[in-house]
C-alpha cells in the first residue's frame, strides 16, 4: 500500500525549522509525500486512511554510519582508545563473519532491531567477506529499509585472518560482489567502502579507483576521527597534503560522486575546504568519539561553512543503535565544545540536531528526512503518551521529550518510502 493518508500529530522539518500540526493529515502518493493538511484535501479523499490518532508522527531517522558486524559487541570494550579498540574488539570479531553461520546469526539480530528502530535509512559498513556482505543485503533487502551497503576493503595493518591477501585480491572480490548482487535488490544499495587510509595500501586505492569509475559507486569511510590514527596516516601517507587528500588522490573524496566520511574532527583548514568544495557528506558519530575518546567534531563551524553534516550511530564505536540517542549526544558534546574549546562554537538546537538527523543526512538518499511534499514518505509513529506529564505539552516539547529519552520501544508502526516496514 503506497498511497495512504496517516493521521496523528505530526512534527517534520521545513525550511530551516520544525513545523507541528496536531490532529493533521500526511498525504502519501506511490511512496512520495503531497504534504501536511489540517483537513483532508478533496483530491485525497479516497484513499485509505492509517490511524495514529493522538500519536507522535515525525520523519524517519537517517544513519549515515554504522557497522553492521560490530552490533554484536556493542557496549564492550568502551574504556579503549580507537587504535585499541579495534585490535581488541572490532577486528576479533570481524573475522568471525568468515563463518556464514555465524554471520546469519549475527546480522540476524542486527537487522531485527534495526527494523524495529526509529531509523528508515542507513549506511551501513560490513566486514572484508563477500558472502556475509551478500547476506546482510538480501536481509535488509527483505526488510523494505532503504540502505546502502558495503563490503569492507582493507589489505594492511589488521590480523592476518582478518586482512585481504592484497590488493588485488581484495578488488577483484569487490568486483565479484557487485556482479553478484547486481539487479538482484530492491532497496539495498552497494557503497564502495576503503575501512580508513591505514588499511589500504596505495595499490588498492588504486585498484578501487577503478572499481569506483566502473559501477558509478558512492563511498564511505572513516576520516580524522583519532590523534593516534591522524598520526599513523601521516606516517604511512607522507605524500598526502593532509587525511583526505590521500582519498582525493584516488577520485574517493567527493569528486566522482556522493560520499561519506565519518569524524571529521581533527580536519585541517585545506581538509575542511575540501570538504565543502566536494559536497562530502560529515557522518557526525557524537557517541562514538566519546566512547573511543576520539574528541568532539566542531560541528557549528561546519554548518557555518555549508558543509553537509548528517548523524550517525556509528555502532559499536557507538553503543546505541539509536539515532535519537545521536540527536540528544550530539547537542551534549556540542555544548562541551563550546563551553571548553571554542565560545565562538555557539552550542546546536535541538532543530538543528534534528534536522542532520532527518533532512541533512537524508539528501544523501535524495529527497528524504521530511514531510513536505515532494519527498520520499519515510514516517515513524510513536505512542508518546506514557511519557506525557501532568502539565500539557506542545508537540515540539513532545517530539524533544521523546527524542532525550529514547522512544525506541515506544514505536508503534514505520514506513519507508510509503512502505510499512514495522508495526506493534
Ligand atoms: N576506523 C577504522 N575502522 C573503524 C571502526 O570500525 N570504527 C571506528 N569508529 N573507526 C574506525
Ligand atoms: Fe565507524
Redesign the pocket.
Known sequence: MNSFILHGDICWPADGRLKAMENAYAICVDGISRGVFPVIPEQYAGLPTEEAAGQLIIPGMVDL???APQYSFNGLGMDLELLDWLKAYAFPEEARYRDIGYAEKAYGLFVRDLQASATTRACI?ATVHRDATELLMRMLDATGLSTFVGKINMDRDAPEDLREANAYISAFDTFGWLNDINGKLQYTRPILTPRFLPSCSDTLLNELREVLHAYDLPVQS?LS?NPGEVELVKRLFPQAAFYGDGYDAYDMFGSAGKTIM??CIYSVPEEVECLRKNGVFVAH?PA?NMNLCSGIAPVRRYLNRGIRVGL?T?VA?GESLSVFRAIANAIQVSKLYWRLADQNCAPLTFDEAFEMATVRGGEFFGKVGSLEEGYEFDAVVIRDESLNSATRRTLHERLERAVYRDATGLITAKYCQGRKVWSV
Open positions: 554510519h554504522v557497522h559498513f572513516h576521527e565519518a569524524h558519530c562514538s550517525g556509528d564505536g
